[in-house]
């Protein structure tokens, strides 16, 4: 029985995404490796939800490594997408009123499903609870074909970044 979804996966084409990576970057401070979104499916600012999209290759940084012969994407990196996901959305709609948005939490993780190369990866993120200056709470779930593979919640923080720039070391 198939799982029903954060957001009606009949609402965006994959094939043709809303938001490139160059977008993501205007919003998301990750670079080289440690980008996990291709692109942006899905927006909707009534329900405070969004889709994107991770395409994973044979290139991904933890390939040779987790685990060799058998390449699974590792739970932490999947987590990390959902991340970016929720911080793109609550950047680029100023949800949280900080220059940056960090991991707060995380509630009912649950892996469903293994993710490997070759797999396109649909992230699902629906806002539940948005305090200014203070935290954002997002439902999340992580899609490959019809599997659910991943869920939970996600809380995201405001990142002083002023503070962790001016530090003397």
């Known amino acids: 029985m198939r799982q029903e979804t954060l957001i009606d996966l009949s609402l965006f084409d994959v094939d043709q995404p809303i938001a490139s990576l160059e977008e993501i970057r205007q919003y998301n401070p ?72 960090g991991f707060g939490g995380l509630d009912n993780v649950r892996f469903r499903g293994v993710v490997s190369p070759g797999d396109r990866l649909i992230l699902l993120v629906k806002m539940v609870k948005t305090r200014r200056g203070r935290m954002i709470v997002a439902d999340f ?10 869920e939970g919640t996600l809380r995201g923080i405001p990142i002083p970044v002023d503070a962790l720039t001016n530090r003397d070391n």
């Not at 779930?141 to 991943?150: C, M, R, T, Y």
Request: with cysteine; hydrophobic share 45%; aromatic share 6%.
């Open 141 to 150: 779930q992580g899609v490959v074909g019809d599997n659910v593979v991943l």
């Open 30 to 101: 990750q670079r080289h490796e440690m980008e996990q979104l291709t692109a942006i499916l899905y927006e909707d600012l009534e329900d405070h939800c969004c889709a994107a999209v991770k395409d994973l290759s044979e290139e991904e940084f933890w390939v040779r490594g987790h685990m060799p012969g058998m390449p699974l994407m590792p739970g932490v990196v999947m987590l990390e997408a959902v991340a970016q996901l929720s911080s793109y959305f609550t950047q680029k709609h100023d949800l949280l009123g900080s220059e940056m948005v």
